[in-house]
């Protein structure tokens, strides 16, 4: 018994310093090769793990917080050998997961998806460019799974038609915008539907007539050319 558990203590000793020999290696090059692991400087709590392959992250790494002398993981990438992108995860402290999509290095590119703090369902999806510039539609749901934001992008900037809605589907706000500005006719509505205010934008600042609803009928108008003060209400 007494010779088993010398055996056994020679056989822990020697895996461990296998194990401590074949992580946090360089390659002829000085470039990280193999199972790398890192911990907090001046702690024992892991910050992240992966493999490299001559330099360049391949397979899954995992990062980590420390949150209350624990490591809690809080994102994931997956790397391949053909390229920079990777498909990343970031999560809660909890583990539920917050966001996913794809990354070259540090920039977002292509579909990414962001979730509802208390469930699975979506709360915004985006696009992105490969420079990390919004581009298409972008969508923000409520809990219910309805649209609440609705709006367009070119290169990173708003364009077009932008809509917000209630959770019953209706129309709260419908702007145009151009190059990332307000231009055009913006409108407003009641949570029921009906126009409230209308008007159109130049360049990001009211210009012209601004009309003002009540129960359907107007009752005010505001004359912003050229910066004009003038109102005139309706009887």
Known sequence: MKYLNVIIGLFLLVTSIISAQTINQFDANEKRHGIWRKNFEGTKILRYEGTFSHGKEIGLFKFY???????VLTASREFNEN????????????GKLLSEGQMDGKTYVGTWKYYQKNSDKLLTIEHYNNDG???????????????AEKQNYIDGKLDGESFWYSENKVVLKAFIYENGELHGVSKYYSVTGDLIIEGPYKRGKKDGIWKYYENGKLIKEKDFTYKSKYIKNKK
């Open 133 to 147: 510039k919004l581009v298409g539609e972008r969508f923000v749901y409520y809990p219910n799974g309805e649209i």
């Open 83 to 94: 390229n920079n992108i990777a498909e990343v995860k970031f999560y809660t402290s909890r």
């Open 65 to 71: 917080k420390n949150i209350r002398n624990k490591a």
